[in-house]
């Protein structure tokens, strides 16, 4: 039986996985947070494609979910990370959402709890990974450690400084061990945000969204995309590259990341399990049951 | 702000939720599998009102999450139990499928690890039990201690019999605490089980799905009937009823499981939450941000 194929990526210039991956010569001052880059088409076209390439992907973690349960234990994990109103919780639910909630590990990490305080910033993120065939999904990261942390002094640079090795040691133990870790950094502008900030603010059906503390971490900026330009330039590696994902354009975003779902997961070149019974001897048990 | 009107349920003679409810009458070996209690309509239907009662589900767990994360503490939990092939898993992509899944907690409940074997029975039940304002969801459950265990005499009788009231007793408080449990029991033929079985000897894409001893089980067909009975019989309480869902027909075991959420959800009856921030206050920082 053929193996689900592979079909050519309409619309798309330049493929996300390239247009998309982090350079050395990235620079987060620099991002154009409303392109689009390597796509060619417009909102309602993005949209469209967005349900279709949807159905694939869903497609293709059915076949990632099959092989899980016959002893494959490679996995998918998704990392977003972003800052406020970038859409994190969008990407959960109109890209995620088109997969089969089975097979989903989902985890979200906010301010550590007490029991998390008393442990090593990546026990709890260690304890969230995505079981053998499960798609993983991680809304913020162990990148928080040296996001937040670093721009608000939360341990001192002799903690956080050595983040950066420990965290690529770890993704290459994680990666070794069969899980392809897709890395999404979602940028929006200043100006983007205080427009969704705002929306927060007039509708009450979004009041619950709205936290005080994101207009206090507006003033942080600066401080913020100097800890996220060190974060691409010293975590962005050959076994788990960075991704810079524009946000301002939210169908291009979601659009963006279904994408680079889709390339993770074809890459694993998964075909059905093959029966590990005799069908005949079934076939003819199940006639006299 | 308005509340999410409550729709008329349009097509359904009798409410599912008591169509479907189970009463002292209710005989498992009566169940009519092919029914289609309370709704008047065909397949076409069916799966139509599937899609538009599924975005109206999917709002309404918006509603439950967002309260949920303003101190609400309530909780849905979703409790599927039936026998091999009456379409746990579909329920999970086909209905839960429609809901953000970042409110979704799910648990499926195999055969006990070693390590959930050196605990009492309800232990991992209990760490798996959703979290204020998300919507649980249990593939089998607590049930299976006294359904395949009962059948196969994996513990004695006076093991399991107290379990029926363990469970009631168990479940009361998590309703006290908050949390409406939709338990749901569904049924196919033996007829049809077979029919579904011999389909996943025939796809190479479903070969994964099967598994041996589920035609081993057929053997046990009216000792199950016997053990389904009794927890009908006896843990369908005031406080968490059974629903006895014919599932010979998916399209119609799917609307019904979604309109039975649906129900329960529109008995929190929510609103948005309201700010617990200045607003004028807020959009004055904004403003200056």
Redesign the interface.
């Known amino acids: 039986?053929a193996k689900l194929p592979k079909n050519p990526v309409e619309n798309w210039e330049i493929p996300a996985v390239e247009a998309l991956r982090a350079t050395p010569d990235t620079r987060v001052a620099d991002i154009q947070t409303k392109g689009t880059p390597g796509f060619v088409g417009d909102k309602a076209l993005g949209e469209r494609l967005l349900e279709e390439r949807g159905a694939r992907l869903s497609a293709l973690q059915e076949l990632l979910y099959?092989?899980g349960?016959?002893g494959d234990t490679r996995s998918v994990l998704l990392v977003l990370q972003g800052m406020d109103t970038a859409g994190k919780?969008g990407m959960?639910?109109h890209v995620?959402?088109h997969?089969?909630?089975?097979g989903?590990d989902?985890a979200?990490f906010g301010v550590p709890t007490a029991e998390e305080k008393r442990h090593d910033y990546l026990w709890r993120i260690r304890k969230a990974l995505p079981r053998k065939g499960q798609l993983g999904?991680f809304?913020r990261s162990h990148y928080e450690d040296v996001l937040v942390v670093r721009v608000h002094n939360l341990v001192p640079p002799d903690v956080w400084e050595p983040r950066y090795e420990e965290i690529n040691t770890f993704e290459r133990e994680l990666v070794e061990s069969g899980t392809t870790i897709v890395k999404v950094a979602m940028f929006v502008s200043l100006d983007e945000q205080?427009a969704r900030?705002?929306e927060r603010?007039e509708r009450?059906?979004k009041?619950?969204?709205?936290n005080?503390g994101d207009?206090t971490e507006?003033?942080f900026w600066p401080e913020y995309q100097k800890a996220y330009q060190a974060m691409l330039d010293r975590t962005s590696t050959e076994h788990a590259p960075w991704h810079v994902v524009p946000c301002d354009r939210k169908w291009y975003s979601r659009l963006a990341v279904t994408e680079l779902l889709i390339d993770a997961l074809e890459n694993l070149d998964l075909d059905?399990?093959?029966?590990d019974?005799d069908?005949e001897v079934?076939?003819a048990?199940?006639a006299e049951?």
């Open positions: 039986m099959a092989n349960r016959s919780g959960l639910r995620i959402g997969v089969d909630p089975q989903v989902h979200s999904v809304d205080k900030l705002a603010l009450p059906d009041y619950w969204k709205f005080p207009i507006r003033g059905w399990p093959p029966a019974f069908i079934e076939k048990r199940l049951s």
